[in-house]
């Protein structure tokens, strides 16, 4: 699953690719991954030829006008029309496990590997898991890949963005001046019995940090995941704190860590992945200490760590 790194260098990669670029067409292939309106997007749904279409009729002839970032979740932010057509609009897009956006010029063959994987073939887009295809008026496209389909696209009126839950739920962001060593151990204090990995986990504490980043960041901390939030002091909260930017722009650097099926809106890979120090390496050697990476389960999830540098 894309994490902040990841959604933010595809929001940089859009930035640069489809601002300015009018809308002439969309073509819904899997009605389900697209909603309206602000209500949750839940993620068993139905497909509807009604919703598609209407999708559809709203976003053809709109600009785009910007691409923004609210924790994983990008917004599109399209101009408005003249009076007596449907004002401003915003597509947020979230990519939930395996949703991709791929841009191609006009006339460009695009072809993607369907998964990061070092035999997994490429397939020229759109193809078989390519559910929404947008057209704009320089003959470019944008394709929304998704394999698992729980991603989605959801137009909604600027006016109702205030109504979308999740954007108003999510915890500052890691790089806002809200984010500070005592927010972030007065929210700790509220439960003390949860692990520090699934704390940094919870959008509504940091925007953006999931299973890698959560492993990574601990590591460079030097903390466990399994330790819980009472028995962490001053000293290992603030060497937590510190990690996460270090972390993250690390990360955001090299484009982002290519685990799973997250690609660059150009289609190349993010190379975080190379130095993941724990995630994703059971079983391997600490490139640290030499120390047998572990694994710990909590809550569902699995959190790597050194038992040697981390205590
Ligand atoms: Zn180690």
Redesign the pocket.
């Known amino acids: 699953m894309p994490e902040l790194p990841e959604v933010e260098t595809i929001r940089r990669g859009l930035e640069k690719t489809i601002i300015g670029k009018k809308i002439v067409d969309v073509e819904v292939r899997l009605p389900k991954i697209i909603s309206i309106g602000p209500a949750v997007v839940s993620n068993i749904r139905k497909n509807s030829a009604v919703t598609a279409k209407k999708f559809r009729t709203l976003a053809v002839g709109h600009k785009i006008i910007g691409v923004s970032r609210r924790a994983k979740m990008l917004m599109i932010d399209l101009s408005g029309l003249p009076a007596g057509r449907q004002g401003p609009l915003t597509i947020l897009v979230h990519l939930k496990m395996t949703g991709q956006m791929i841009f191609a010029k006009k006339g460009e063959k695009k072809a993607v590997k369907i998964f990061n994987a070092l035999n997994s073939r490429r397939e020229t887009l759109p193809h078989q898991y390519t559910h929404v295809i947008f057209k704009f008026s320089d003959g470019s496209h944008l394709y929304y890949n998704d394999i698992r389909q729980f991603g989605y696209l959801r137009l909604v009126r600027d006016q109702d963005l205030e109504h979308v839950r999740e954007l108003a739920e999510y915890g500052p962001e890691p790089d806002d001046k809200k984010f500070t060593v005592q927010y972030f151990m007065d929210k700790a204090m509220t439960r003390p019995k949860l692990s520090i990995k699934q704390f940094l986990m919870d959008p509504k504490i940091v925007a953006g940090i999931g299973n890698i980043y959560s492993d990574e960041i601990l590591y460079w901390a030097k903390i466990r995941p399994a330790r819980v939030l009472r028995s962490l002091d001053l000293a290992d909260f603030s060497a937590i704190y510190r990690a996460v930017p270090k972390v993250l722009k690390g990360a955001l650097k090299a484009g982002g860590s290519s685990v799973g099926d997250f690609f660059r809106v150009d289609g190349s890979e993010g190379h975080y992945g190379r130095v993941h120090?724990v995630y994703g390496r059971y079983g391997e050697n600490?490139?640290?200490?030499?120390?047998e990476?572990m694994r710990v389960k909590l809550g569902g999830r699995t959190g790597s760590y050194?038992?040697?540098?981390?205590k």
């Not at 600490?286 to 120390?291: A, F, L, P, S």
């Not at 050194?306 to 981390?310: D, E, I, T, V």
């Open positions: 120090m600490c490139r640290v200490c030499g120390e990476i050194c038992p040697h540098c981390q």
